[in-house]
């Protein structure tokens, strides 16, 4: 395991933050400290987390503590037990990454065909936004390095789902949190540069208002990145 992280106050907000925004950026500096130690393994699955164990090393008290336990069970990445308290949830497992994936291919090609349709200039002008903020090389395999690229990658499908104009496959592939569990398992930075000129296919698609090529470019980026996903597994 790695050197214990500290937080404090301080470095969690400026001298001219009001008292609101400390408190808020303490719980934000939690939230991200513990995602850290899930995401890069720190914290194996199946261990038992104690919340004041966490307290103490994150020299925080335990009400932060317990905010970011709950947002991180959201996300699927510790779960809570009956008598046991929370616990470090399971990586997935090769038949799970694919049913994941399997349906992402059922749903995110329709989404893709359905935004090249009803998707407006401001919904294309955000998603070209965030593209770009997707380019710059990343250095290093750890959760720190690849964060800020796994919440534009989330974004940007994201942004997909809303602009097909169903609630129904925004909001199921929101639940899903795919994005956190793949890159749990087997983020590398190589991979992101590969995903970036797959996302532009897609967007080129939708905004040239083509259905058939959205959809089209959306199921050869998701083949392609579980191919990817299975292959740094085995590495």
């Known amino acids: 395991m790695s050197e214990p992280m500290r937080l404090t106050v301080a470095a969690a907000t400026n001298s001219s933050g009001s008292r609101g925004s400390?408190?808020?950026?303490?719980r934000e500096s939690v939230f991200q400290a513990l995602m850290t130690l899930l995401m890069d393994?720190?914290?194996?699955?199946?261990?038992?987390?104690?919340?004041?164990?966490?307290?103490?090393?994150l020299d925080v008290s335990?009400?932060?503590?317990?905010?970011?336990?709950?947002?991180?069970?959201?996300?699927?990445?510790v779960v809570r037990r009956p008598n046991a308290g929370?616990?470090?949830?399971?990586?997935?497992?090769?038949?799970?990454?694919?049913?994941?994936?399997d349906i992402r291919l059922l749903l995110e090609p329709a989404a893709a065909e359905r935004a090249a349709r009803y998707a407006t200039e401001a919904e294309l002008a955000d998603m070209h936004r965030t593209l770009e903020q997707m380019r710059p090389p990343l250095r290093g395999d750890t959760y720190e390095a690849y964060r800020g690229f796994a919440?534009?990658?989330?974004?940007?499908?994201?942004?997909?789902?809303?602009?097909?104009?169903?609630?129904?496959?925004?909001?199921?592939?929101?639940?899903f949190r795919a994005h956190t569990h793949s890159y749990r398992l087997y983020f590398r930075h190589s991979?992101?540069?590969?995903?970036?000129?797959?996302?532009?296919?897609?967007?080129?698609?939708?905004?040239?208002?083509?259905?058939?090529?959205?959809?089209?470019?959306?199921?050869?980026?998701?083949?392609?990145?579980?191919?990817?996903?299975?292959?740094?597994?085995?590495?």
């Open 22 to 26: 400390v408190k808020s950026n303490v």
């Open 62 to 77: 335990q009400t932060p503590v317990r905010e970011a336990l709950a947002r991180c069970e959201s996300e699927g990445l």
């Open 86 to 101: 929370y616990l470090v949830a399971p990586l997935l497992d090769r038949t799970a990454l694919d049913d994941l994936y």
């Open 191 to 235: 991979i992101a540069g590969e995903a970036v000129v797959e996302h532009q296919a897609v967007l080129d698609a939708i905004r040239a208002k083509d259905p058939e090529a959205a959809a089209r470019a959306m199921r050869d980026h998701l083949e392609a990145s579980r191919s990817r996903l299975r292959n740094t597994g085995d590495s």
């Open 151 to 175: 919440e534009l990658d989330a974004a940007f499908h994201n942004a997909i789902a809303e602009a097909s104009r169903s609630p129904l496959i925004a909001d199921t592939l929101r639940r």
């Open 41 to 57: 393994h720190d914290l194996e699955p199946g261990t038992k987390l104690s919340i004041a164990g966490l307290a103490r090393q």
